[in-house]
C-alpha cells in the first residue's frame, strides 16, 4: 500500500522506502503473548538525533511515558496505557534521563 520494499539486509518483513524520503519499517515478533490476551503493537521509528528527541518528547506530552531507555543500542520506548510500544532510535546515544 505504501510502496515499500524489502529490506535487503534483514529479514523479510523489514521494509524501506524505495525512494528514501520516509522512515522505515521494522517489525518485531514478540516474546510472548500479552498477559492480558489483548492486541497490541511494537513499532520501530528511526531517524536523525535531533528528530528522535523531539518524536519522544512530543509522544511524552501526548501521554505516552518513556518506559524503556537503551543507551547502548542507542533507542527509547515510549508505551501508551493499552501497552502499545514504540522504540525511537537513532545512530547516536540519547542522553541518559536525570
Known sequence: ????DR????PDEDLIDPHGRLAP????EMDELRSDGSVTIHLVVW?????A????????AAGGPMSRLNLEEK???LAD???NEVDVATTSAPDQAD
Open 81 to 83: 496505557p493499552s501497552g
Open 75 to 77: 533507542f527509547c520506548t
Open 1 to 4: 500500500m505504501l510502496g515499500y
Open 47 to 51: 531517524g536523525p538525533r535531533n528528530w
Open 25 to 28: 519499517f521494522w517489525f518485531e
Open 7 to 10: 529490506r535487503p539486509d534483514s
Open 53 to 60: 528527541d523531539s518524536r519522544v518528547a512530543a509522544g511524552a
